[in-house]
Nanobody, 120 residues
Framework: QVQLVESGGGLVQAGGSLRLSCAASGGTFPMGWFRQAPGKGREFVAAISWSGGDTYYTDSAKGRFTISRDNEKNTVYLQMTSLKPEDTGVYYC????????????????WGQGTQVTVSS
């Protein structure tokens, strides 16, 4: 059984940083992060291949967010810097049988989400 557990969310001022973690159990997969702002749909933020050699970002995350992974710990991270109020939302970890599935918002597994709030 695959389980994804996110941590690291919280309240931060604009311009600040946060690091999200997603601990996976039950397998090692290409993984990614999505977010859902209040009243909006879930959107892709970043994805990383199984090896960590390939990473993908939505335009708004490029240059500010970094996705990485530690396969020994079976954990994926999202380092977020220069945070903006529009980054506020619930951040979900996702895992898929291919990075394409993750990138196209069709992952096979979802975490429960962690709240990120950026105050202005």
């Amino acid at each position: 059984q695959v389980q994804l557990v996110e941590s690291g969310g919280g309240l931060v001022q604009a311009g600040g940083s946060l690091r999200l973690s997603c601990a996976a159990s039950g397998g090692t997969f290409p993984m990614g992060w999505f977010r859902q702002a209040p009243g909006k749909g879930r959107e892709f933020v970043a994805a990383i291949s199984w090896s960590g050699g390939d990473t993908y970002y939505t335009d708004s995350a490029k240059g500010r967010f970094t996705i990485s992974r530690d396969n020994e710990k079976n954990t994926v991270y999202l380092q977020m810097t220069s945070l903006k109020p529009e980054d506020t939302g619930v951040y979900y970890c996702a895992a898929g049988y291919s990075v394409f599935l993750v990138r196209t918002a069709k992952p096979n597994y979802w975490g429960q989400g962690t709240q990120v709030t950026v105050s202005s």
